[in-house]
Each structure stands twice: as C-alpha cells, then as structure tokens.
C-alpha cells in the first residue's frame, strides 16, 4: 500500500510540474497514469491496522491538497465514502441490530447531552438528535447525519464536501470555531459557545469537538457536535 501511495505523489508531482510548464503531452499521459492507480489505492481492500490509517491518511491529504478544486473534492468524498462503507460496515451491522431501546456503547449521557467517544458511526449518529458532522483537514465536511442535513435544508449527499464555512457563516467560522476546529484537528478536543442571530432571534450554540476516528483508530478528522441552547442572557433581561 505504501509503494502504492509514494508512486501516485510522484506521479502527482511530475503532473504539477507539468501543468506549471503547459506541457500538454506529458499532461495527458500522467492523467492516464495517475487515475487507474488511484483507483488502485482505494479499491485495494487491506485488513491490518496500519494499511487502513496509510489509506485514510492518504485520502485526507488528497482531499487537503486538492480542497480548492470542486470537482475534485466531490470525488475525493466519493473515494472517501468508500472507505467510510468498506471498513465500518461491521460496526454499521452492530449498531443496526441493537436492542431498541438500550443505549450504544458509543454513546453516554452527560449532562449537556450526548457525548460520543470519537468512533464514527453513522447508522448510529443518524438516531441522535443533535447535529454531527465530521470536518476534515480543507476544512471540508466528510459525514453529516440527518439531524444537521434537515437543519441546513440539504441532503447528506449534498453536505459532504462543502467548506465549513458555507454551513455555519464566514463569520462564525473565522473568528469562532477556525482556531478550536484547528487544534481538534491536531488531535485535541474541545467545547465552546456561540450564539448567532436568526430570523432576529439570538440562538446559542453549544459546539463540542474531537478527534473522529476509525475503529482501526485512523485519524479521520474532527467531529463536531452542535446544539442549540435557551439563550440565558434574554432570560436574565426579562426578569
């Protein structure tokens, strides 16, 4: 997997190279290489832990390099999806045949809610009421549950891959949640509150990252949960 991984960035490199000098011919053939072989590193199926955290490590920095080019991120989540379906499936299966009515081990109460202990697990996620998504290095959206999806009024085919920024605002992003999304990306988590206005009501959100990883315990992002809370300060004012 990793011979697979460094031949593909040396290909890339030699493309970059190329499309910097406008040199169409060798623009063609690398483009003839370099597909099949990603499709290669993707659809190759490893079962050991360090085979699945080289393949999602590559997917992300992909998915990294390539943030600013939009239809490259959409494909970039397709080949991200397929990881996401290949390797948790299993845990899918588990959390699809539950008990009703008896709590996940994935999931704890606390007393503001939910707290989810970083393993990604969609059929779950997609049961809970508060909004989840997972943001990846780009700051780009890997995995929405329904919850979020109906928030924004899009399907959670149509989060993935968008800027973070575009869900929540420029502003909220930039001077909120940039720098706290940052350091749960570099494996920290974090909570904070912001309030934001809609439709002119104040609306205060209680935001709590962490690192969201595979059940091969491979780095996929940070996970961000969000909730909204009664807005106390208004409280305060009334009385």
């Keep these: 997997m ?7 960035w040396s290909k890339y490199g030699r493309l970059q190279t190329a499309i910097d000098r406008e040199d169409n011919v060798t623009i ?3 483009d003839q290489e370099i597909d099949p072989l990603l499709q290669a590193i993707f659809r190759h199926e490893v079962t050991d832990a360090a085979g699945i955290q080289a393949q999602f490590r590559f997917a992300l920095e992909l998915l990294k390099t390539e943030a600013d080019d939009r239809g490259c991120v959409h ?7 397929m990881l996401v379906e290949r390797y948790l499936a299993p845990q899918i299966g588990r959390a699809a045949g539950e008990i009703p009515g008896k709590r996940s081990d994935h999931t704890e109460s606390s007393e503001g809610g939910n707290t989810i202990n970083g393993l990604l697990d969609p059929a779950l996620f997609d049961g809970i009421a508060e909004r989840i998504l997972v943001v990846v290095p780009g700051y780009r959206v890997f995995y929405s549950n329904e919850t979020n999806a109906r928030q924004l009024g899009l399907s959670k085919e149509k989060v993935i891959g968008k800027h973070f920024a575009e869900l929540i605002g420029i502003h ?54 969000m909730q909204e809370m009664a807005d106390r300060r208004r409280r305060r004012s009334v009385g």
Excluded: K, W
């Design 2 to 8: 990793e011979a697979l991984i460094d031949l593909f």
């Design 28 to 30: 063609h053939a690398l």
């Design 75 to 81: 494909r970039n989540g397709h080949l991200l999806q």
């Design 172 to 225: 909220h992003f930039q001077c909120d949640l940039r720098e706290p999304l940052d350091r749960c990306l570099a494996g920290e988590s974090v909570s904070l509150t912001y309030a934001e206005e809609r439709d002119g009501d104040t609306v205060v959100i209680s935001c709590r990252m962490s690192p969201c990883f595979t059940e091969a315990r491979a780095q996929v992002g940070a996970m961000v949960v």
